[in-house]
């Protein structure tokens, strides 16, 4: 195969060049050229076609995100910000926290074992490359119809790819979501978040400075992974005789990552790296155009130095593979020993593969031969922004102008059935099916995980210092609109946080859309990124990073607009944390928060085939009270669960359900009191003789409290419905095992 | 007198710490061995770990038993020294041949982790003497390959010797044969238990805080209080 | 009795940790000889035992189920057989 | 080039739950002519190849490691085989 280098491109500047093949555009191919001065080699223009492509540019969404750093609050606790591979915070006791939510809907749908697998193992390099011990994991996770065929083949792959992948690090996973709608039908979404600890002293910087330092790729050999699109060039452009087609799939060896993860916290304890960039999307095209971007100078690749596992491997595709399992960093000479040394203890393979140059441009050459030669920044930094076309959806004023119904039990038997028929509901039905297949209990510092309203995981067994993770999404209320949608799940979030005993501190976030060159898709995207920005804006707290996945969609039918958002918390001793499930008969049972008795976007609604007319209005002044009257009301609180999907009845019957501790509830207007889903409300579990001290605090905080029973007995008792703990668990459990053996 | 417990790191062990931990807490220093080095540093006892040790591609602990530590734990343990395996542990004790039998797929062929109740049998061992016979405690389980299995002359052997140490009780969770959570050796030093201890030594991260007294039953056997 | 067999490797191209992890423990445990090995590869064996000979309806359905059920066309070749 | 090729299937009498999950799809699947298969179990297969035509010390080598790493004896049998 010929080499096209870049003394080759100069001689042959009107060579045909498969750009279009690459994804992109005619005048993006034209920037290129201007940048370059000439045109690119099919090793530029390969690294130029992934690096900006919407997954790496974010060429669609820039515009729009600005608003999380213009608008933000300045918190002090932001120790990075946006723009690295995670942001970290500060939690006290000099300890820094990282974390992040990626997605890997696409490749999950191909291949839902390895694409969830690969999903897990790339956000946890994330958090690593941050210089961060990861300590768990969570995966929001939505589907089509719980009975279709195509989610029986999805569902049970994704989860063993998450499990098989994240169980076999050792990391503990603490909680997620499991959300089926229609729209998710040929477009799963798949999102993980991974959370990491270090200390402040140990953060880590993707750059590459000070020239003389090398440039070491270690983990992994790289392979044919994840390269299709470019197996295209190297064969269409450059030889008739087409390669073996190269597969697409990225595969998972969580061994490998394992300890390539004990094998980077050995190297960072030595201090010994200048800067540290993981290998995920775009490969080492990203990782070295990045690395050279952000640091002061230039950098050399000699590429045919990379260990490959595939011999065939062109340099167009060695750019671009997405092996995975694989980091890179760059070492000062004088420690490169040290380095090499820890690499062999953990039998990772090392190579150097360049350095740090006096220059300004990023030089890799490939058995001597030039084939690039660019600016970093224009590759990693300065792609094409686009300022997409956007307009408001006519489904919004058309829904907003209509009246729904949904039938509502009134008689107690009626009552009953309802509240067996929803929370058998796969939305709502026991997830234990699913997340029995994760290991929660790894590292032995797991405080709070699934069910419970957040994941809370201990820090320091010194001082008891913990932190708190919940994610929620309610596409559905995004759908009806998105503005408000992005601030209920915020507050949501920030809710379970604080249902949990923790202190909301930072948030990141995963986008999942529709195509962004539809314009309504778009206005959805903009209106959500609004409210979100606007929101943190308002609750005082910092995003720290987040992703954007687009393209979600079957045909040109977009999924539900579905941004997941990701709230940490802190708590000083998660000895004071507070569970969901009542712990004890002859307690009362409090409703916290005032509902509005609107069934638009709920659970109740959807089993009826409606969704609504209108979302709830984010009240966020209100949000910020209630989190402050649940932390103050930590000591008094014996349980607590929060009020969201499900609406009331979900939220007792699982208070219930999970200690198997009966309560007896009185409520007025019964059908919309238990299946509306208005937000702000919390149930909570008080002895006796706290009557007083609740009170204060409602009157303190000016949040309405509603005193609607007593804990004890083997039924859930409403008004006059009383159905047996065993009927609860039996029709909330035995779901998932029918729909998925 | 103290008392020094060696866990062992394999590439790929992940309850390592927490082993350790349940060693302190009970009174006893963990000392780490690692995979690599056939020292064991003078420790009264070894505890192999759970995890997924070198991935556990091949077979639970196929590769792990050829690790040069493991050399001079079968030697050691065949002349009487206290080894618990725990998960992947147990299995690597197995794949050594010091316990019988092996671990196989769940039969429900998925990942499974619970708060299991158990039912110990056999309070004579080394491991378990803090019990008192019959006691049901509840612990975590999480394991793939969980099933013991073994051919019908070693089960009999296994059960007539009084050699099952733990039992799953209300709920099958793997199709072990005769419920068999954790077994030991003729001599009672080397014991292999499926579900984790080590992750029920605080009420705080653990559903009970039985899972203590596995650690401690040796400490004070060993250290004769 | 015979035996339909099915055999499922993972494509040449797609990365094998399995065998990856045979590969490397090989010449830990002495067995230097196949230190000489290009690649070693993992994969799996059904066997559906069957009275008599198969019929070319069973042969057929096998191959149905190698290709939808047993192997996964993504990552994975099959090869479907008889053995007596 | 040649392949050493190590079959290892558990024993008959030990349970095989992945067996038993695909003897039960395949008649839900529409596989019926195979509902009478009297039984199917899976196994693995390893493809160890070499350069050239293995060599006595090779087979007998693979002999070994297909008996103390490649399967375990208290459950599983082995075939070692050479397929060109
Ligand atoms: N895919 C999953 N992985 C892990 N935990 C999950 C998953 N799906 C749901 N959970 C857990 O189940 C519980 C209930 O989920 P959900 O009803 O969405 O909670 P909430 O409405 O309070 O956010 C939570 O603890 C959540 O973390
Ligand atoms: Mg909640």
Redesign the interface.
């Known amino acids: 195969m010929s080499l096209d280098t870049v003394a080759i491109a100069e001689e042959n500047p009107n060579s045909v060049q498969p750009f279009a093949e690459l994804g992109l555009k005619e005048d993006e191919y034209a920037r290129i050229k201007t940048i370059l001065g000439r045109r690119p080699t099919s090793s530029e223009l390969a690294m130029y076609s992934v690096m900006w492509s919407e997954h790496c540019s974010y060429k669609s969404s820039k515009v729009h995100l600005k608003q999380f750093g213009e608008k933000a609050v300045k918190s002090a606790a932001l120790l990075v910000g946006i723009g690295e591979n995670a942001g970290v915070v500060d939690i006290g006791q000099n300890y820094a926290v990282t974390f992040k939510i990626e997605s890997h809907n696409h490749p999950s749908f191909i291949e839902p074992y390895q694409g969830a697998a690969t999903g897990i193992g790339g956000i946890v390099r994330d958090i690593l490359t941050m210089g961060a011990r990861p300590i768990a994991v969570m995966d929001p996770l939505r589907f089509g119809l719980a009975d279709a065929p195509d989610t029986r083949r999805l569902l049970p792959g994704i989860v063993a790819g998450i499990g098989g992948y994240g169980n076999c690090l050792g990391l503990p996973n603490i909680g997620g979501e499991i959300v089926f709608d229609e729209s998710y039908a040929g477009n799963p979404l798949v999102n993980a978040l991974c959370v990491g600890v270090m200390k402040h002293e140990d953060i880590k910087l993707a750059t590459a400075h000070g020239a003389g330092n090398l440039v070491v790729l270690f983990g992994a050999k790289t392979g044919g992974d994840g390269i299709g699109g470019v197996s295209v060039l190297a064969s269409e452009t450059f030889n008739s005789a087409k390669p073996t087609k190269r597969p697409s799939v990225q595969v998972g060896d969580p061994f490998a990552e394992k300890v390539l993860i004990e094998c980077c916290l050995e190297i960072f304890k030595a201090d010994l790296v200048i800067g540290i960039q993981d290998l995920g999307g775009a490969g080492l095209s990203c990782a070295t155009s990045e690395l050279a971007s952000a640091g002061s100078g230039g950098m050399d690749i000699q590429l045919e130095k990379v260990p490959l596992r595939d011999p065939t491997l062109s340099p167009e595709e060695i750019l671009m593979s997405e092996s995975q399992e694989r980091m890179c960093a760059v070492v000062e000479p004088a420690k490169i020993k040290h380095f090499m040394a820890i690499c062999k203890k953990w039998d990772v393979t090392a190579t150097v593969i360049g350095e740090v140059t006096t220059g300004e441009r990023l030089h890799i050459t490939f058995n001597g031969q030039l084939i690039v030669d660019v600016p970093p920044r224009t590759v990693a930094h300065d792609g094409p922004v686009y300022n997409r076309p956007i307009m408001k959806p006519s489904y919004i004023d058309k829904l907003a102008e209509s009246t729904f119904t949904v039938p509502l039990p009134t008689a107690a038997d009626e009552v009953k059935a309802a509240v067996l028929k929803l929370i058998a509901s796969p939305n709502i039905a026991d997830k234990s099916w699913v997340t029995s297949q994760f290991d929660k209990y790894v590292q032995g510092n797991t405080v709070l995980a699934q069910p419970e309203d957040s994941g809370l995981v201990r820090i320091d067994e010194e001082t008891h210092l913990g932190v708190a993770i919940s994610t929620d999404a309610n596409a559905r209320w995004s759908y009806l609109n998105p503005y408000e949608g992005a601030k209920l799940a915020l507050a949501e979030s920030c809710r379970n946080i604080a249902t949990s005993g923790a202190k909301p501190l930072a948030v990141t976030n995963c986008l999942n859309f529709g195509s962004p060159e539809d314009p309504e898709v778009m206005w959805q995207f903009a209106e959500t990124v609004r409210g979100l920005a606007d929101a943190c804006l308002e609750l005082g707290l910092p995003i720290t990073g987040g992703n954007v996945s687009f393209y979600n969609q079957t045909g040109s039918v977009a999924i539900l607009p579905t941004p997941v958002i990701g709230v940490l918390g802190v708590i000083q001793d998660v000895r004071e944390r507070t569970p969901m499930g009542i712990p004890a008969a002859d307690l009362d049972l409090y409703l916290i928060g005032k509902y509005n008795g609107n069934l638009s976007g709920s659970e109740w609604a959807y089993l009826h085939g409606e969704i609504g007319n209108s979302a709830p209005v984010a009240n966020l002044e209100m949000e910020k009270r209630l989190v402050d009257f649940l932390l103050s009301g930590q000591s008094i609180f014996e349980s607590a669960h929060d009020v969201s999907n499900g609406g009331l009845a979900a939220t007792l019957v699982e208070s219930v359900l999970k200690n198997k501790i009966g309560a007896r509830i009185e409520l007025n207007d019964v059908a919309n009191a238990l299946f509306s889903e208005t937000p702000g409300r919390v149930l909570v579990a008080i002895a006796q003789n706290k009557t007083n001290d609740i009170a204060k605090l409602a009157v303190k905080y000016q949040i309405p409290i509603y005193k609607i029973g007593t804990t004890g007995g083997t039924n859930l008792e409403i008004n006059q419905a009383v159905i047996s703990i065993e009927e609860l668990s039996k029709a909330h459990t035995e779901t998932f095992p029918r729909l998925f053996g | 007198m103290s008392f020094r417990v060696g866990v062992v790191t394999f590439p790929g062990s992940l309850d390592d710490r927490d082993a350790a931990r349940a060693i302190e807490m009970a009174g006893g220093t963990a000392v780490p061995l690692f995979h690599a080095s056939d020292d064991l540093k003078e420790v009264q006892a070894v505890v192999l770990p759970g995890g997924f040790s070198y991935g556990d591609y091949l077979r639970c602990g196929a590769i792990a038993r050829f690790a040069p530590i493991m050399n001079s734990i079968v030697t050691a343990a065949n002349h009487g020294f206290p080894v618990l395996g725990i998960c992947n542990g147990f299995q690597v004790l197995c794949e050594s041949h010091l316990l019988p039998g092996a671990l196989t797929r769940n039969s429900n062929l998925h990942f499974l982790c619970r708060d299991q109740k158990l039912k110990i049998e056999n309070t004579n061992t080394l491991w378990t003497s803090g019990f008192t016979a019959g006691e049901e405690i509840l612990i975590p389980l999480k394991n793939g390959e969980g099933s013991f299995q073994c051919d019908d002359e070693t089960l009999n052997i296994l059960e007539s010797e009084g050699r099952v140490i733990a039992r799953y009780l209300d709920f099958d969770p793997n199709g072990s044969r005769n419920l068999i959570a954790g077994i030991s050796n003729e001599r009672g030093n080397v014991v292999g238990l499926m579900p984790h201890p080590e992750h029920a030594i605080e009420t705080l991260t653990g559903p009970s805080t039985a899972g203590l007294t596995f650690f401690t039953s040796a400490l004070h056997q060993l250290v004769g209080r | ?1 015979a035996k339909i067999i099915v ?1 499922v ?3 040449p ?10 590969a ?3 010449p ?2 002495g ?4 230190k ?16 008599g000979d198969p ?1 070319p ?2 042969l057929a ?2 191959e ?2 190698a290709q ?3 192997s ?1 066309p ?2 994975e070749t099959y090869i479907v057989k008889v053995e007596k």
Request: charged residues 20%; aromatic residues 4%.
């Open positions: 009795m055999e490797m993972l494509k191209e797609i990365l094998d940790p399995q065998g990856q992890a045979v490397s423990a090989l830990r445990l067995f230097t000889s196949l000489a090995a290009t690649s070693v590869r993992q994969g799996k064996r059904f066997e559906i035992e069957i009275q019929t309806t069973q359905e096998a149905q189920a939808s059920l047993l996964n993504v990552i």
